[in-house]
T-cell receptor, first 114, second 112 residues
Framework: EDKVVQSPLSLVVHEGDTVTLNCSYE??????LLWYKQEKKAPTFLFML????IEKKSGRLSSILDKKELFSILNITATQTGDSAVYLC??????????????FGKGTHLIIQP | DAGITQSPRHKVTETGTPVTLRCHQT?????MYWYRQDPGHGLRLIHY???????DKGEVSDGYSVSRSKTEDFLLTLESATSSQTSVYFC???????????FGPGTRLTVT
């Protein structure tokens, strides 16, 4: 059974801090790892990672994948209150026809205090 | 925004009644998915579709059925709703190339 584990489950920091969110996985037939941000509505896409060691970056957010150790991290620098959200990690690991859905972790609930 | 709408957005129903949720997309995406999201469980896959009339079960498919008669519509049916099916239901789509899934706005279903 495919498994995705995120840590920590919740995190409270002050504005301006840097945070690192963790995601480890155990799946067969790994294809990609995705990060989403969810703010009381639908998840919105952040990054998709398929290759080890290549950092994806978007503004203050960055992410990297380690396929040998089976984990990914999401970094957010100079946090702002608008970064408060649940961050979801998901893995795509199709078993047959290639259309299987994503396996999600339970998410990290990040709260940025002013 | 991948042009995904869900209806209804909110629904309250009684145990034992049938319920159908609709997902409509305008992107001509081949793949469509239904997830449910519950506290402590995160998002879990119910059913998915890889083309018109082609569907398969996900992790938590018991008590649910789906149909896809057109590319743009994917229906999720609860034949006889139970309180354990109270949840937020998200539809998602993906194009032919492997990549990110785009999520609809969600339907909050309460079974009393």
């Amino acid at each position: 059974e495919d498994k995705v584990v995120q840590s920590p489950l919740s995190l409270v920091v002050h504005e301006g801090d840097t945070v690192t969110l963790n995601c480890s996985y155990e799946v067969t037939n790994f294809r990609s790892l995705l990060w989403y941000k969810q703010e009381k509505k639908a998840p919105t896409f952040l990054f998709m990672l398929t290759s080890s060691g290549i950092e994806k970056k978007s503004g203050r957010l960055s992410s990297i994948l380690d396929k040998k150790e089976l984990f990914s991290i999401l970094n957010i620098t100079a946090t702002q209150t608008g970064d408060s959200a649940v961050y979801l990690c998901a893995v795509e690991a199709p078993s047959g026809g290639g259309a299987d859905g994503l396996t999600f972790g339970k998410g990290t609930h990040l709260i940025i205090q002013p | 925004d991948a042009g995904i709408t869900q209806s209804p957005r909110h629904k309250v129903t009684e145990t034992g009644t049938p319920v159908t949720l609709r997902c409509h997309q305008t992107e001509n995406h081949r793949y469509m998915y239904w997830y449910r999201q519950d506290p402590g469980h995160g998002l879990r896959l119910i059913h998915y579709s890889y083309g018109v009339k082609d569907t398969d079960k996900g992790e938590v498919s018991d008590g649910y059925s789906v149909s896809r008669s057109k590319t743009e519509d994917f229906l999720l049916t609860l034949e006889s709703a139970t309180s354990s099916q109270t949840s937020v239901y998200f539809c998602a789509t993906r194009g032919a190339d492997p990549g990110e899934q785009y999520f609809g706005p969600g339907t909050r279903l309460t079974v009393t």
